[in-house]
């Protein structure tokens, strides 16, 4: 079976601000760094066009007036929702696109078609809320795909991973009630970073409590850091709940040469996330596993973040780079300690430590 490359050049029509980080460059450096490999002429690598979305599976996660809202602003050419995040003439078509997706995306890979995807898509969706655009974001992607997996195909477990350098509020939102979306999340302490969420208490309420984890990283934290949570935790919890699909909120602004962040990953760290992203798909859900791409505004990390991805999907060696950078020893004994209080207070994880 074929990985799938979902892409659409209205992904790249969607333009803000003269000089915003979130540009169309952004899509453009990762498919000049997978063209170069010479991948998009690999007979495994489907090129996957998407269909706008269904809005009724949108309106399961943000209501009906404000994704109005979003065509309208952009059939008048433009308008903003807050002072960086902005619509323009293309913006809704690029998002319904992108939602259209990653519903295409996780739908062949339920019907056998495909064995995994890349949503590689603009504009970005994981901290889009209910009625309220920012962050860059208009619709959650990810968060819809995940519910038309629960609704729509009847899947009990979905796990979502989120390793953006920021935390993804809005994701976080749409299932905190829910036990059947497992949402964990590792990114850069919110007392350093926007959207200012994401600690470790919050960890979901009703039937949801327990299925929200996250994990603030002390800025600077790298590959060791990152290892450790994935060793002590993500990996723990994917034995406990057992999911049936694997779906990855992916950020290449954990890299350290992101110019808005400040963390502490190397290509080579990112690219051992999807090794175990990757592992933990074919051992718990049949290998079912997409990924949804979210922030990333370092060009370069951009391009080689991205073709690890594919590669890591496929199955084909993957690319190492030269970039290094090495972690304080104060970063790891924070996540140490950060570690041992989740697994002590995390419901889910309440097993793992008897």
Do not use: W
Not at 33 to 53: E, F, Q, S
Not at 267 to 292: D, Q, V
């Amino acid at each position: 079976m074929v990985t799938d490359l979902v892409f659409h050049e209205a992904f790249t029509k969607h333009e803000m601000s003269m000089g915003h980080p979130e540009s169309p460059e952004r899509l453009r450096s990762a498919m000049m760094y997978i063209k170069r490999a010479g991948h998009l002429k690999d007979p495994n690598l489907n090129i996957l066009t998407p269909m706008p979305v269904d809005l009724e599976e949108v309106y399961r996660i943000h209501g009906k007036a404000y994704i109005d809202g979003i065509r309208e602003s952009s059939s008048r050419g433009g308008g903003f929702y807050t002072p960086d995040t902005e619509v323009n003439a293309h913006t809704y078509e690029a998002a319904v696109l992108a939602a259209g997706g990653g519903i295409d995306a996780v739908d062949r890979i339920m019907a056998g078609k495909s064995k995994n995807a890349f949503v590689l898509c603009r504009p970005p969706g994981h901290h889009a809320e209910y009625e309220r655009a920012f962050g860059f974001c208009f619709i959650n992607n990810i968060a819809v795909a995940a519910s038309h997996l629960v609704k729509e195909c009847g899947l009990n477990r979905v796990m979502i991973v989120d390793y953006d350098a920021h935390h993804g509020n809005g994701t976080q939102s749409a299932f905190y009630s829910s036990n059947r979306v497992l949402y964990v999340s590792l990114h850069q302490d919110g007392r350093t970073l926007f959207p200012g969420s994401g600690f470790p208490d919050e960890m979901g309420k009703g039937a949801g409590l327990g299925y929200t984890v996250n994990l603030p990283m002390y800025p600077g934290a790298g590959n060791i850091s990152y290892d450790l949570a994935f060793t002590n935790v993500i990996e723990p919890l994917a034995e406990v709940f057992r999911p049936e699909f694997v779906l990855v909120s992916v950020g290449f602004d954990c890299h350290y040469q992101d110019s808005l962040t400040s963390l502490g990953l190397t290509t080579s760290g990112i690219a051992k996330m999807n090794a175990c992203l990757k592992g933990i798909a074919e051992t718990h859900a049949s290998g079912r596993l997409a990924y949804f791409l979210e922030g990333g505004y370092n060009l370069d990390a951009m391009g080689m973040g991205s073709l690890n991805v594919i590669e890591e999907l496929m199955g084909v060696p993957v690319t190492e780079f030269s970039d290094t950078y090495t972690e304080n020893d104060a970063c790891t004994r924070y996540t140490k300690t950060l570690i041992d209080k989740t697994l002590k207070t995390a419901p889910l994880l309440s097993e793992v430590i008897k």
